[in-house]
Structures are given as C-alpha cells and as structure tokens.
C-alpha cells in the first residue's frame, strides 16, 4: 500500500497539467456549444486531445524507462516496478479527464457520472480479486485502474461520437507524439545506461545515479521536441491556439524550429 501511495504521487504530477489544460478548455467548449458552432466545437474538442497526447505520451514512457533511476533520486526507495508496468495508467487518466471536461462542457454531466461509476466499480471488483492473489499483490490495482478508466473511455467515446456527432480520431493525435516518445524512450535508456557505466568510478551509488538521470531526463526532452518537430507532430497552427503566456516559457528557437519546418514543408 505504500509503495501504490508514492506510485500515485509521482503519476499525479503530469497528470496535474491535464487538469489545468482540461479547466482551460471548458471555457472554450462550452462557448462554443453556446454558440451553436459545431465546427469550432469539433475543433476545440480536438485540439484538446491532441495536446493531451502531446504532453502525456512521453511523460509516460520517460516515467517507464526511468522508473527505478527516478525512484532512487527522489529517495522513494522500493516500489518501481509499480510506475514500470503501471505508466500506461497516466495516459488512460488523462484521456477521461479530456472526455469529463468535453462532456461537461455540452451539458452531459450526468452522462460522464454514471460512465465513471461503472469504472470505479469495475476498478474495486479487480483489485478484491487480483491483490488477494500473491503472485499479483499490489500491481493488481495497477490491472484495476487500467480497465477502470478503459470502461469510461470507451463509453464517453461512443457518446462524443453517437451523441455529439463529433468525430475524433485518437489514433491519428496519439501517432507521431507515440512515434516521438518511443524514440525519446531508446535514446533515454542508452545514455542513462551509458552515463552509469562510465560514471561507475564515484563511490556514491546515488550521486552516480542522479548525473546518469537527470542528463538522461535532458536529453529525452531534446531528442522528444526535435523528433516532433521533425515529423511535424507539432504545427505553427498549433502553436497560434495555445496561450501567449505558454508560449513565452517556451525558447525562441524552438518556437523558430517549428516554423521554419511549416515554411519548408
């Protein structure tokens, strides 16, 4: 139970910029539904889930790769294997927090209520079964937190699609930021586990760990935002419907690279 404690800590962190990107949204939406423009709706809709991908796809896949090396800098000692298997939980989490907000933002409040009960219960049902067995233990409620956001998931979709009319195509938002963030993966693994190698002569096992992770954290947000920008994962247009005050934490040259690579395309 502890180790399920700290696991959920550290999976709060990314997800805690969804909420803030999904309390950003409902604004839009539900001015756009207001106003009766389905298009701009539809847009806005997916454009949410769109950056959704964009910002929880490699921080699900870094926190899977780096599990053991981030526990070990944060000093949360045992437990990794949890985020290791359990990373995927991020995404899921994220998703249906984009589909609460879409929902709640056309007045289906009482619809995404009921799709998220039927996970929970879906979610306590697993975890009585599964954690009782020894060989599952803990990461039973990773399995119960799995298939208790897939059921609202799947659910808020079949409304989004049959009830709003509006079409949105996941697979095609969660392609290239996927194809980046398994990229950014490899590249992460080779120089963590390049840079402990080397790095092996310290005799402070954690202060070689925190080098090898936190240059290996650089480096995967580099190699993330250039294979993106390469495959044009990221757009100009993309970058005129985020707010100005984001776009000025953002360093100039990206913002440029992106550009350019729009002017060359």
Not at 1 to 23: F, R
Not at 135 to 158: A, E, H, Q, R, T
Not at 176 to 196: D, E, N, Q, R, T
Request: hydrophobic share 50%; proline share 4%; net charge positive.
């Amino acid at each position: 139970y502890g180790y399920l404690n700290k696991y959920t800590q550290l999976m709060h962190v990314p997800t805690s910029i969804i909420a803030a990107l999904a309390a950003a949204v409902l604004p839009a939406i539900s001015g756009a539904v207001a106003s009766k423009d389905k298009l701009s709706t539809q847009n806005k809709i997916n454009y949410a889930f769109k950056l959704c991908f964009l910002i929880v796809l490699p921080a699900s896949v870094g926190l899977s790769v780096l599990s053991k090396p981030i526990y070990s800098l944060i000093r949360f000692g045992e437990g990794w294997y949890i985020m290791l298997y359990g990373s995927v939980v991020i995404v899921l989490m994220s998703l249906v927090q984009i589909q609460t907000i879409t929902l709640q933002g056309t007045g289906r409040l009482y619809t995404v209520t009921i799709n998220q009960t039927i996970g929970i219960i879906a979610k306590i049902l697993i975890n009585y079964f599964l954690i009782s067995i020894p060989g599952i233990n803990i990461l039973g409620s990773v399995v119960g937190s799995v298939v208790g956001f897939s059921i609202p998931l799947i659910l808020n979709s079949m409304v989004i699609k049959n009830d709003l009319k509006i079409e949105v195509n996941l697979f095609k938002f969660a392609l290239k930021p996927f194809i980046s963030s398994v990229l950014m993966g490899a590249a992460v693994f080779a120089v963590y586990k390049g840079l402990h190698l080397l790095l092996g002569f310290i005799p402070a096992e954690y202060v070689t760990n925190a080098i090898s992770a936190i240059i290996a954290i650089f480096t995967g947000v580099i190699t993330y935002l250039l294979v993106l920008i390469k495959i044009k994962g990221i757009t100009g247009e993309d970058l005129e419907a985020l707010p100005a005050r984001f776009l000025k934490l953002v360093p100039a040259k990206i913002l440029n690279m992106i550009r350019e690579n729009d002017y060359c395309g």
